[in-house]
């Protein structure tokens, strides 16, 4: 009975108070917006790969273990052990994909350069259970050069024409499209774009005449190869079934290595375990050698959602102070209601229908915002966020949470606040607040200083680190190198493209690599024997034009850079890492095995110094690296283009691609650039966390300025009576800083630990980063209690400056 | 509402009295030092009578008003309302002896600004617990009687000084009271005003509600039936009016 009316009163006061009930929406408004858009950051990120039907029973098998000295922690396992799981009664279903390298996909005269092209078993949606737009999802992909499409890539190559039965081709191969799917969602952890039939490999391979290879390729259980998925069923305990698999593959598997192993090398040192890690987990929780896609990491989650609560209780906390900091418009009311019947009960609940009415209010004003911020939130900061209360009915119930949660917050302290006060007291005007009500404003004080500390060493700490690898030496020069995608397509007149080139007066040289930094690298297993030791281990192999070694400026610390002058093409070139790992004391001359085949040993000829190949957030591993020669692939074409290059140099190398390629797109960006993609996510997640932050800590200088305001307005009596005794303002101003110093200092020492344990664990992530810079703790210190202080000297000045008459009559 | 365990059994012949004050002392302390606003106040009110407490500021009788309408404790002494003691009840007790027993008349009227007359009138019905339509009828028969039935949608903001008072009667009426408690009532009121809202407590006074009205002006005072003067927490004269 009494909710109407106490709505109604509520309505009338906001609209009564105008610019104070503005300020009030308006700042709930703000805190709801961004509290929403964190939160819905944090949604996605924690609803990847949900959206398969029974997706909790989803899993992806890992490969763990040891192969001579080097440690394998791979998203990727060997095509035989989807095989033999498929058997197990534990076991629905088994898919198995393998993701093609960038080629060039063409439909008549439509060609894209497509990377994400994915070979797959049959019974691919049977896991990953995609709606079909045409075909069927049982059968489409049975036979081989088979296909099925993304819708968005059917509309790219076909518009609005029916693609079934059509033809692609790729790599000389011709694909027929039996079926349109879906597009994977945007919070999966690996996209594709083309599904072509996994038995489509095995022609591949035939056509290049290796039927050898072709069994080996399908039964190496040494040759992580591919990404396996099982769907158990739901009643599995995937721990124990995790065991048993690894127990039992061990009859399959230990045969073989001892016959790899050719006898020569203890069985003992290969250990390689299969663990199944739910696909749910992946992208937070996952950062293996080979990932599909660059995956988040929780700490960001963390970070998200104490940023969410942190901007929503800020914005309680100055809903709390701006309400309560004008109670005193309030009391006549309050005495009244309870000389005309009103109990405490009636009071707190007016009070906190007043605030759920406000924050309800907020609420909406907050989703018009969110609504109108969405899509440049989205834009700027490359997210798919969406966002719709009428879809989705768990988003209501949990925004009515929200607003329910934040009229309590917000309305509690003010409805207990009114309901204890006595009517005697109000309505004689004895009314005083207590100092426990100072105490609490002192403590509120003291936490939102110590958050802001916090907030500004977090994210100095972070972008610290960002500028660190942005400025960090990599080991080589990426300066003005172009990188031509799909080199292969001018692999067999690479020589005569490189000549073209390098006529050109814009071009200083040109070479050749079969991998670059983010790429995943084709590792080959080398046994070094040194007497009567032996040392069997994996090592990237990047294979390389003679001049990719000058182009680079690779630092050589021994021997020569490979050249075909000097009949390299059995040379290789270690990186420090791997000598050091192989232990070789005098690496010229000695050679390395490759692993199983005595016939192919390279002759090292020299070292370089260690260089970043992969991103900084892995250590640098051994390296081999080996002359490209003969039928040898590679991926890249580098052009180093003179300083002064311009669109005539480009336009030459285009035009000299085009005429050593048959019409493969020319596809190029410059290698300083490829690599900043590198770091895109650290750098995206970063702003979005700074963003954030820097919003959080504005709210929350706000708050401080909004209660330090109350405080000097409630001591306005003291220091009108002290100014009466004739106190100078320097006294006033020293007097006040007293005591509001201590809780300032103890907000700042409250935030030293916290901030160092969040920027060591983000640092953490990175192989190489930075040390904590400990001037950031001071700086941050000064800054909020520089700001802090300011506002007190501020108002306690203007104070001060008044006569002492006004402080009198306020009270 | 009222617990009745609280209810005075030996009271004997004060059962009839709407309000029985006995030794009635209320002091505080402030900076150490003892202030005695009200000493041994005796003072019996019977239902029906129209009382004045006359006297200066600081003579105690917004004490015994604040006392009489339950939103103070007495120090010593005993307090006896409508036959309940009331000296020693929680808080929660008086509020609901309060809210249907005793309406207040203030000084400066007391209305909410951000409720019509109407609402005003009909706010203690509401904590009261009364359903829509019984709060209907009852506010609506308050402003007939009152000749204010016209002013029923009208604001604090937008009435007179003796309307907005008209309206507070009201309120303080509405929940039929046994004891009206008037602080005051024409201070904020031009001398037409305050004879006007004399003229009102009078008749209402007449229609058997027992009311009593602290005031410093004697001539208001002697409008009541009875004057009870008061200096410096005593009582110092009682003047009894015989009506015609």
């Known amino acids: ?811 | 509402m009222y617990d009745n365990e609280h209810k005075c059994s030996n009271i004997g012949q004060n059962e009839k009295k709407m309000i029985h004050t006995r030794n009635l002392t209320k002091q505080y302390r402030s900076g150490g030092i003892e202030h005695t606003i009200l000493q041994n106040v005796n003072i019996d009110i019977e239902a029906g009578e129209f009382v004045s407490l006359l006297g200066p500021s600081g003579s105690g009788k917004s004490s015994l008003i604040n006392m009489f309408g339950l939103i103070d404790v007495p120090s010593s002494g005993n307090l006896i309302l409508m036959g309940h003691d009331v000296t020693h009840l929680k808080e929660r007790q008086r509020v609901n002896l309060r809210r249907g027993s005793i309406g207040f008349i203030f000084q400066d009227f007391g209305l909410i600004e951000e409720l019509n007359a109407f609402e005003n009138l009909e706010l203690p019905l509401q904590y009261l617990k009364y359903s829509k339509k019984i709060r209907f009828n009852k506010v609506n028969a308050i402003l007939e009687r009152l000749n204010i039935a016209h002013l029923r949608s009208f604001y604090p903001k937008q009435l007179t000084s003796a309307q907005k008072q008209l309206i507070g009667i009201g309120r303080a009426l509405v929940i039929e009271p046994d004891i009206i408690l008037a602080d005051e009532p024409t201070g904020c009121l031009n001398s037409t005003g305050g004879s006007s809202i004399m003229q009102t407590l009078n008749s209402i006074n007449e229609s058997g509600s027992t009311i009593v009205m602290a005031t410093h002006s004697a001539n208001e005072a002697e409008k009541a039936q009875r004057t009870i003067q008061l200096f410096d927490g005593h009582i110092i004269t009682e003047n009894i009016k015989q009506r015609l």
Request: glycine share 6%; aromatic share 12%.
């Open chain 1, 1 to 811: 009975m009494m909710l109407k009316h106490h709505i109604k009163v509520a309505l009338r006061n906001i609209k009564k108070q105008g610019i104070y009930s503005l300020l009030n929406v308006t700042g709930l408004s703000i805190g709801v917006t961004l509290s929403l858009l964190v939160l819905l950051l944090v949604k996605q990120e924690l609803n990847y790969d949900t959206t398969f039907s029974n997706s909790s029973s989803i899993y992806r098998y890992t490969t763990k273990g040891i192969l001579s000295a080097n440690l394998i922690n791979n998203a990727t396992s060997p095509m035989p052990l989807g095989e033999f799981v498929k058997d197990f009664k534990e076991v629905n279903s088994v898919v198995r994909f393998i993701p093609g390298a960038n080629n060039v996909v063409a439909y008549d005269d439509i060609k894209f350069n497509e990377d994400k092209f994915r070979f797959v078993d049959p019974n691919f949606f049977e896991i990953f259970d995609l709606e079909m737009v045409s075909g069927e999802s049982d059968s489409a992909l049975l036979e081989a050069n088979t296909l099925v499409l993304s819708e968005s890539t059917a509309n790219k190559y076909f518009g609005n024409a029916d693609p079934m039965g059509k033809k692609l081709v790729r790599s000389n191969i011709e694909y027929t499209i039996t079926g349109v799917c879906k597009d994977m969602p945007s919070a999966t952890h690996f996209k594709f774009s083309f599904l072509a039939s996994i038995a489509t490999i095995d022609k591949i391979l035939l056509q290049k005449g290796d039927s050898t290879y072709v069994k080996n390729w399908k039964t190496d259980w040494l040759y992580l190869n591919c990404y396996t998925y099982v769907k158990l069923n739901p009643k599995v305990n995937p721990k124990i079934f995790e065991q048993v698999v690894n127990e039992d593959k061990n009859r399959l598997l230990l045969p073989q290595i001892e016959k790899t192993l050719n006898s020569e090398m203890s069985v003992d040192s290969v250990n390689l375990d299969f663990f199944l890690q739910p696909i749910e987990d992946i992208h937070l929780h996952s950062q293996l050698s080979g990932e599909l896609e660059v995956n988040s990491k929780s700490i960001y989650i963390n970070l998200f959602v104490f940023i969410a609560i942190f901007i929503l209780l800020t914005t309680c906390v100055n809903f709390i102070n701006l309400t309560t900091a004008k109670a005193r418009r309030r009391f006549k009311e309050v005495g009244l209601r309870q000389m005309i019947g009103a109990s405490r009960r009636n009071l707190a609940f007016q009070f906190l229908t007043e605030a759920v009415v406000y924050s309800f209010g907020a609420t909406f004003f907050g989703l018009v915002l969110l609504e109108l911020l969405l899509p440049f939130f989205n834009f700027f900061f490359d997210l798919q966020l969406e966002f719709s209360l009428i879809t989705g009915w768990i988003d209501f119930f949990w925004i009515l949470l929200l607003v329910l949660s934040v009229g309590i917050i917000a309305g509690g302290f003010p409805a207990f606040f009114f309901a204890g006060l006595k009517p005697k007291q109000i309505l004689q005007g004895e009314y005083k607040m207590k100092d426990t009500g100072l105490v609490v404003r002192g403590i509120l004080v003291c936490s939102q200083v110590a958050v802001s500390v916090f907030l500004l060493i977090v994210v100095s700490g972070m972008w610290w680190q960002i500028q660190f690898i942005g400025n960090h030496d990599p080991g080589f020069n990426s300066d003005n190198i172009m990188v031509i995608e799909r080199g292969s397509a001018v692999s067999k007149n690479f020589d005569s493209f490189k000549a073209e080139l390098l006529r050109h007066e814009g071009i200083e040289s040109v070479s050749a690599c079969s991998s670059l930094p983010g790429d995943d690298y084709f590792q080959g297993t080398f046994k070094l024997k040194n007497g009567s030791n032996e040392k069997v281990m994996v090592l990237p192999l990047i294979n390389v034009d003679e001049d990719y070694f000058t182009m680079l400026d690779l630092t050589l610390k021994t021997g020569r850079f490979l050249s075909h002058q000097a009949g390299d093409s059995l040379g290789v070139i270690l990186n420090t890492r791997a000598i050091e790992e192989f232990k070789i004391k005098k690496p010229l001359g000695q050679k390395i095995e490759v692993f199983g085949s005595k016939d192919w040993a390279l002759n090292i000829s020299g070292v370089v110094k260690d260089f970043h190949y992969e991103p900084y957030n892995t250590k640098i591993k051994p390296l081999a690296l080996i002359l490209l020669s003969g039928k040898m692939r590679f991926e890249y074409v580098l052009v180093k283009l003179n300083p002064d290059y311009n669109i005539e140099t480009i336009n030459a190398i285009n035009d000299s691609w085009s005429n050593h390629t048959e019409s493969s797109p020319f596809v190029w960006e410059m290698l300083d650039k490829r690599i900043e993609k590198l770091y895109d996510e650290d750098i995206r997640i970063a702003k979005i966390i700074s963003v954030f932050a820097i919003l959080a800590l504005f709210m929350t200088i706000m708050g401080i300025i909004a209660l330090a305001a109350f405080l000097i307005e409630y001591k306005s009596r003291n220091i009108g009576i002290i100014k009466i005794l004739g106190a100078s303002r320097q006294t006033i101003i020293l007097q006040v800083f007293s005591d509001f110093s201590i809780y300032i200092i103890v907000g700042v020492i409250l935030a030293m630990i916290p901030s160092y344990i969040v920027l060591t664990a983000w640092i953490e992530n990175y192989a190489y980063s930075s040390f904590i810079n400990i001037m950031l703790f001071p700086l941050a210190a000064l800054i909020v209690a520089g700001l802090a202080f300011a506002s007190v000297f501020y108002q306690t000045y203007r104070m001060a400056s008044d006569g002492p008459i006004e402080q009198w009559q306020f009270t």
